[in-house]
Every structure is written in C-alpha cells, then in structure tokens.
C-alpha cells in the first residue's frame, strides 16, 4: 500500500480515492503554494497531517502549526505580501480569533496570492457553536469559494490561487465537515515541482501602501471594492455555477452540501424543479440569479445555517422589480444543524408538500446505545479531576476552557460550569471572583490553550490583583485535535526546538504561587489545591501528565505490550472507581460486579489509589 506522501507527490496525472482534506494538499502542490500555516481545529487538521507526512527531501512546502489562528493567518500574510503564494487554514472559530488581522485582509494588495481555508461545522460536531462564516468575508470584501464535495474542493482550490495571484487579493475556500472527511475518487493533474524563487518581492513602493491610516484607507477600501466587482464579472460565467433546467416552472437556488443533499432526494420527486447550484457565494453572479428567477415562477433558496444567500437574493428580486415568488427559511429549525439529504427533504416540505412522495417511515433494526463522550482510559485529567474534587467545598464556582478537559463538565466529576471560548477562563474566573467572599473560584486551562490565548488572562489577573485559583493542565500536546505540538512540546513539525517552560514563564510574568504536580500523584494534587486556594490573590496549580493516549501507541510502536489492572476479591462493591473515577475500563454489571475491559485497560494503574478497599492491582 502506497504511502500517503508519496501518492500526493506522484509526478504523474492519476486517479485516487482520497478524502477532501488530503485533496487540499494536491492542489496546493500543482498550484505552487509555498508556505502553509495553521492552527489545529476540526474538521481541517487532517491537512496538516497529509502536508506532514510527504517526504521531507521532496516536500517543496513551508509548513507551520503556529500558536493561534491570528498568528498563522499572518505569517501566511507575510509571506505572501513578499511573494510567496500561501494558504491558511483553521476551523470555524478559528475566524474569531484570526478576524482582527482577517478583516484587513481585504484591502491589502497581495502579489503572492493567499488562500483562506476555512472549515465551518454545522451540526456543531466539532465546535461550541456552529456559526456561518460567510459573514465575516462579506463584512471583509473577500469572495468565497463554497465547493459541494472534495473533488470540486481540489478544483476550486486551484482556481482560487490563480484568481488570487492575477487579482493580487485573499480568496476564501468555505469548506464543511462533510466535504472536508468525505472521501471521493479524484482525477489529479500532473505535478511539476520547480526551484523556488528565494528573492525577497515585498515591495509597499510598488503594491502598497501597506498601513491602513486615515489618509490611505479610503482609497484602499475603494480599491478592494473594485477588485471584488471585478471578480464578481468574472463568476458569471465560472463552471463553477451550475444550472439544471428540467423545464419546470419551480427553481431552487442552492450551493456545497446542500446540493448534494438535494441530488440525493431528486429521484423522490413528484415533480420536477429547476436548479441553480452556486460554486461561488460571494460576491453573487447576479445575472445568472437575476435570469434564473425571470425564468422561474417561484424559487426556493436552500442554504445550511444563516439566510445569507436569501437576503442577497430577495434584495436582487425587489431592485429588478421582479415578481418571482422566494422562498427562504420558514422556521427555527431551518437554521440549525447540516443539511442531510433527510433535513433538505424536511425543509422543502414545508414550503412544497407536493413536490415529494410519501416518506416511508424507516425504523433501525437496533436501538444504538448512547454513547457520551469521555476522557480516554489512563488520562491524566481524569486523574486530576478526580483529586481536585477531594479538595473542593460544594460551593465553588469552577470555570472552564477549550480542550480535552472540557469533559470535566460532565460526571462523576462535574467541573466547569461556564465556557465563552479559548483562553477566556482567567478573565471570566476574574469577574466571577470580583465581590465574591463566599465562593472560592477554580478555573481550568490546557497547556496549548494558554500559548493560544490564555497569556493575556494571566497576565491581567496579575495586573489587577485578581482573587482566584488556575489549573494548568498540562499534557505535552494538542491532544483534543489529533496531537500537534505546542510551544511546550520542545518540538515542531521539522524537529526539535526550544521547550517553553511553564513554570519559569509564569514566574517572569509575576505570579507568586506556582505549585507544580504530577496528576498521578492524586493526595499530593488535592493539597497543592487546597493550598492554591487558601492562597489570597491570583494562584496556579499545573497538573501535569503526558497524554496517555499518544504516550501508550508510542510505546507500541517500540514494541511494549501495555498491561491491564484486575479487580481482586477484596472488592466490596463500593464502585468508587466507576461513580467517582469513571474509567471507561471498569464495567458495572447488574447485579453490581465489576470487571475491566481489557481492550480498554491501559494499565497505566492511575485507578489503584482510589479504591477505598485497595481491592484494584496490576494484572501479573
């Protein structure tokens, strides 16, 4: 079986099935990209995992997880603005972090090219939210690519780097879970490789101004107003806009997983309808609308998340003085979730309950159980949550953050009981301390989170002289994303590099009590808590342990067999290590016994000190 990196550099035009994220990787190769830049975050890390595994003597790409989406998206800026064709890419939230920089984006004149890759989630499977990003490119003056599955994806990618280096402006790439991890037989294109040109193009005498002040900026907003207008005419003929016409006298405007989903249900129709399917979603192709809805007596617009195409539309329809019927979103639950081909069927009819068969009511086989999700067998938070819990009052307010931790909320441990964003839980653990005497306020942050955006709380709190307690849960690793490294890690995607500490940069910082642990070490945890606590001003405990999923398959590699823990007879059926540890190791039967799964065991023996009994031990 070839290996992943050799089939994205395979010099030759071939056929491969390949998921929409490693795809990516295939057009920034034949288009020429030279530097790429990222923060880990679903659904698009798989892309950085395919950049990193082409072979280091052959792979023509800079690549770099950087800190946090504002630094990525601006080293991707930098670069380009010197030249060099870069691209971007981060998760739906990600945005809200890279906007302040984003959002200049627009105006800039970029020799080099630069593509946003952006991957929205609706559905939330991955996110806190599941906000519609088109917005952020509108407000911006950046168009948006919005490809329906990951072959267009490879497609579109390459069209956007060439429009971007001839127009010199960002173009976003709007990808959705789905065509993110879908899998799909592509046709790729020869790869040509050539040397790189090394000399330096930032030239502000020649593209610039550069610096958005009074005197420049109107004139650089008018300049980015007319490359979008620019683009605009170009679109309106792009193959990316798509009509099937069935001679019907009812159209639906649709674009990305949207109208696959439709495509889906089509052969349930009663009757036929008409379809424009969007490539491009910003700016719009208004001829290609405006003559769409002279032809169609009634239109049904059909997007995921926010109305943002319907606005648009009707506001065509009312300029032309149109009198075509539009139909938009109807109800609440038009808003929410991913268009499924079962949701479009819903969606459509409530506006057209002609125009589909009767659905047949289709009942599973089986009934799934629910499945919550959980920290994996062995890791450290668990441990910590566990020992942290020993040290608290039932009065406390807890705060948490971003990350795998985040499963603390959910019980036996039940820690964390507000949540904005990453890197928030100092500054909102500080509020929640101000004019407080009663409750003691514990916050939890990771340790790549703190890199990303928690510096900035923390030094605040030192600032203001602010009454809490931090957890620092520090694991080594961007565990919740697939296990990229951290400025913690001592290492990168090229190697090794300097480790930064996280004790000696608090104490540069000025925070007094640093308290620092092993969260194996479960009695040792609870005092350091108890000790933070009785603290008066800003604290932090770091609780450290390697990540043990990451730990435990790198041991296999080398050729360690993990061992298992076993219940002994001592067992009195307490059940202290399923209703308050809650590994998912131990299973409970019925009648109250308690055995491990050893397909789940790791071994690791974090379990044996809280058993009241001593009745857990390392299975010889």
């Known amino acids: 079986m070839k290996k992943l990196g050799d089939v994205l550099l395979n010099p030759e035009p071939f056929s491969e099935l390949l998921m929409g994220n490693y795809a990516l990787v ?57 030249g060099h064709t870069s691209c971007v890419f981060f998760k739906s939230v990600g945005l809200n972090v890279a906007s302040d920089s984003f959002i200049q984006l627009g105006l800039m004149d970029i020799p080099g090219g630069m593509v946003i890759v952006l991957g929205d989630d609706p559905g939330a499977n991955s996110s806190q939210n599941e906000q519609d990003n088109r917005h952020f490119a509108r407000l911006s003056y950046i168009p948006i690519f919005e490809p329906q599955d990951p072959r267009e994806a490879y497609a579109m990618f390459k069209e956007a780097v060439r429009i971007s280096r001839e127009k010199h402006m960002p173009v976003v790439l709007r990808l959705t879970t789905h065509v993110c991890h879908a899998k799909q037989i592509i046709d790729f294109s020869g790869l040509k490789i050539t040397e790189p040109n090394n000399e330096p193009g930032f030239s502000p005498e020649k593209f610039g101004p550069y610096i958005p002040l ?53 052969p349930e129709m009663e009757q036929s309808v008409n379809i424009l399917r969007l490539g491009v979603v910003h700016p719009l ?58 949701k479009v069927w819903d969606v459509l009819e409530k506006n057209w309950p ?41 009065d406390h307010i807890s705060v948490a953050d971003i990350g795998c931790h985040t499963l603390g909320y959910l019980p036996p441990y039940s820690l964390g009981q507000v949540l904005l964003s990453m890197g928030h839980c100092s500054g909102t653990a500080s509020g929640l301390s101000l004019f407080n005497t009663s409750k003691k306020v514990l916050a939890f942050l990771g340790d790549s989170t703190l890199f990303h955006a928690g510096l900035p709380g923390i030094i605040n709190s030192v600032f203001n002289q602010h009454d809490f307690t931090l957890v620092i849960m520090e694991n080594d690793t961007t565990a919740m994303t697939g296990h990229q490294d951290n400025p913690g890690s001592g290492r990168n995607v090229r190697g090794k590099t300097k480790k930064i500490a996280i004790a000696p940069l608090l104490e540069s910082l000025g925070v007094e009590k640093i308290l620092e642990v092993d969260t194996y070490n479960q009695k040792k945890l ?82 044996i000190q809280t058993c009241p009994v001593q009745a857990i031990e390392i299975k010889k």
């Not at 450290?544 to 007879?569: D, W, Y």
Request: some cysteine; proline content about 6%; glycine content about 6%.
């Open 26 to 82: 295939r057009a920034m190769l034949e288009s020429g990209v030279r530097v790429v830049t990222s923060y880990p975050g679903s659904p698009t890390p798989e892309i950085g995992a395919a950049i990193t595994s082409l072979p280091p003597e052959n792979n023509p790409l800079y690549f770099e997880f950087s800190v946090n989406e504002k630094v990525a998206l601006e080293v991707a800026f930098g670069a380009a603005v010197n």
């Open 214 to 266: 009074t005197a420049s900026v109107f004139e650089l907003k008018k300049i980015a107003l007319q490359r979008l207008k620019d683009f605009q005419k170009d679109i309106e003929v792009s193959p990316f806009n798509e009509i099937i016409n069935n001679g019907a006298d009812r159209g639906i405007i649709t674009a990305g997983l949207p109208f696959k989903s439709l495509m889906d249900i089509i």
């Open 285 to 342: 192709p208004e001829k290609l609308v405006i003559n769409f809805l002279k032809d169609n007596g009634e239109v049904k617009i059909l997007e995921e998340l926010d109305d943002f195409l319907e606005q648009k539309i009707k506001s065509l329809a009312y300029d032309h003085n149109l009198n075509t019927i539009i139909e938009g979103k109807v109800d609440l639950d038009d808003w929410i979730g991913e268009y499924t081909p079962d």
């Open 354 to 394: 002609d125009l589909l068969r009767p659905r047949e009511e289709k009942k599973p086989l089986h009934q799934a159980i629910p499945r919550p999700p959980q920290m994996c067998p062995g890791c450290g938070h668990r441990s910590a949550f566990y020992a942290i819990n020993k040290a608290l009052d039932e």
């Open 526 to 607: 609870t005092e350091y808590v108890k000790e933070a606590l009785a603290f008066e001003g800003f604290s932090v405990v770091i609780a450290k342990h390697p990540c043990m999923l990451k730990f435990s398959r790198e041991q296999r590699k080398k050729g360690f067999a993990l061992k298992n823990v076993r219940i002994t007879e001592k067992c009195r059926e307490i059940h202290a290590c399923v209703s308050a540890f809650g590994c998912p190791s131990f299973q409970l039967e019925k009648d109250g016994t308690v055995w491990v799964h050893e397909d789940l065991c790791i071994g690791d023996g974090s379990c």
